[in-house]
């Protein structure tokens, strides 16, 4: 086969048979477009010799006036904005035009953003993010989300597209908070995830200073683009130097939905983490994701983001944040301490660390027993580990005997194998008497999640009471 193949005249050979049959281009002209190809190519190669990788050489034209990401710290980049830019957004985010005929259920929703607005406080997770993109859209930033039912939200919570019942108009309330403002655009994807993400990835490499998200309609979707992320969002910047601030929205948490709509596979992001090559967060408010959506564009360089973005806490009463959460000195929070009145911080006998929806389920159980001496610390980002944040919110608890990692997913997924030994770090670190953390959550499965119901509450109404020290 190798000897037919190499008797065989090579396609260019045969292009230009052909072209010199029709008195294109003459063999002789064929032959020297050849030889100057192949000069430039020996050229190439002997100049690459002594070649030394330039960073800089990547953060030319629209890429101008960003660095590469040499920190180390754990220092926040100013991410509030002032208040009246927030009520001015709320106000367009309830406003539809008029004579526009919206489903009855849509006016309701959107009456309750703006009393969410003029009251300032219960700011649910659609809004805490529509006010971060109208924010990004009155400071000039583009913003470009895409995913399957992403206008209207898989969870009918986020409904960026208004559409008139009688004539199909759509109207878009981030397009209309000013005259002269920067657009959103939204687009409802075919269910290819691979070539959309790859999409994706692409525009977030044209242009940084658009914030770009895809959004998987459950987080376990993301499966089927696995290739783009593997070998192009995760390692981009090792291999190419191009660095990328694309935003991964993945609906995670354990509701009794079966095994495919349970798990956005949080451990296969942060089994790829090094290098702060991207950053991977399971947050638990409105203001923390607000805070994270506004970093992706206000910070000097740029890093892929992914999210483990919740359902159930769309509407949950305690799921909500405060306008003042998002003004003033406000900024994104890696952990999130303690914030209901305990026992005194020596009487504390045992801290429990958990990331996303669980919290919420150990935070209602506690008030419920009326537990005093259990703290809840929430790791918010889980990479870059927030090593110095959680060492500062862990001191006040030395005299501790239990420091337990919580979380709602089998022990051989979630954030288990990736935080153990970070924690211990921490804790050696702070010399505290508690060596390592204890794990609490469902034991080791093949399989994401359970598909019976009354198995999974059972599951998870033990783990909450394990992870409480409740027997």
């Known amino acids: 086969m190798y000897r037919a193949i190499k008797e065989r005249p090579t396609t260019r050979e045969l292009y230009a048979q052909r072209l010199a049959r029709e008195g294109v281009v003459s063999p ?96 649910d997770w659609a809004t805490g993010e529509a006010l971060a993109f109208g924010s990004l859209l009155l400071e000039g930033h583009h913003v470009r989300l895409s995913g399957e039912d992403c206008q209207r939200g898989t969870f009918s919570q986020r409904h960026a597209v208004l559409v008139d019942q009688t004539n199909q108009n759509e109207y878009v309330p981030l397009n209309n908070v000013r005259p002269q403002q920067a657009r959103i655009e939204i687009f409802n994807s075919l269910l290819s995830e691979a070539g959309v993400l790859g999409f994706e990835y692409g525009y977030s490499l044209a242009d940084p200073w658009t914030l770009v998200l895809w959004e998987a309609q459950f987080g376990d979707f993301a499966n089927g683009a696995q290739v783009i992320i593997d070998q192009f969002l995760a390692s981009g910047e090792t291999k190419w130097l191009r660095m990328s601030g694309l935003t991964l929205l993945l609906p995670h948490g354990h509701e009794g939905q079966g095994p495919e709509h349970s798990s956005a596979r949080l451990e296969r992001y942060l089994q790829l983490c090094a290098e702060r090559n991207m950053t991977v967060a399971n947050l638990t408010t409105p203001a923390n994701y607000f805070h994270a959506l506004r970093r992706q564009v206000k910070r000097n360089f740029r890093k ?47 801290v429990v660390l958990c990331s996303g929806k669980v919290y919420y389920d150990l935070l209602a159980e506690r008030r419920d027993r009326g537990i005093t001496d259990v703290a809840i610390l929430r790791l918010e980002q889980l990479y870059p580990f927030p090593d110095k944040t959680l060492a500062f919110a862990l001191k006040p608890y030395g005299k501790a005997q239990h420091v337990v990692w919580c979380q709602e997913e089998p022990e051989n997924m979630g954030s288990w194998t990736f935080v153990d030994r970070r924690i211990e770090r921490v804790l050696t670190a702070l010399k505290h008497r508690v060596k390592r953390p204890d794990y609490v959550g469902r034991i080791a499965a093949a399989s994401p999640a359970t598909g019976l119901a009354k198995i999974h509450a059972a599951e998870q109404a033990a783990l909450v009471r394990n992870a409480l020290g409740v027997s």
């Open 304 to 350: 892929p983001l992914v999210l483990m973005t919740p359902k159930s806490l769309l509407r949950h009463k305690l799921a909500v944040s405060s306008l003042a959460d998002m003004t003033g000195d406000s900024r994104f929070r890696t952990v999130i301490g303690e914030t209901d009145t305990l026992a005194p911080n020596a009487e504390i006998k045992r």
């Open 28 to 123: 002789a002209d064929a032959q020297a477009m050849w030889d100057t190809l192949f000069k430039r190519y020996d050229q190439a190669h002997s100049a690459s010799q002594s070649y030394r990788v330039n960073k800089a050489d990547w953060l030319e034209g629209k890429w101008r006036g960003l660095k590469t990401d040499d920190a180390q710290d754990e220092t926040e980049q100013a991410t509030a904005v002032p208040e009246h830019i927030l009520r001015e957004v709320g106000a367009a985010l309830a406003t539809p035009p008029e004579k526009f005929d919206l489903n009855p259920k849509i006016t309701r929703q959107l009456e309750a953003k703006r009393a969410m607005i003029d009251t300032g406080e219960g700011i």
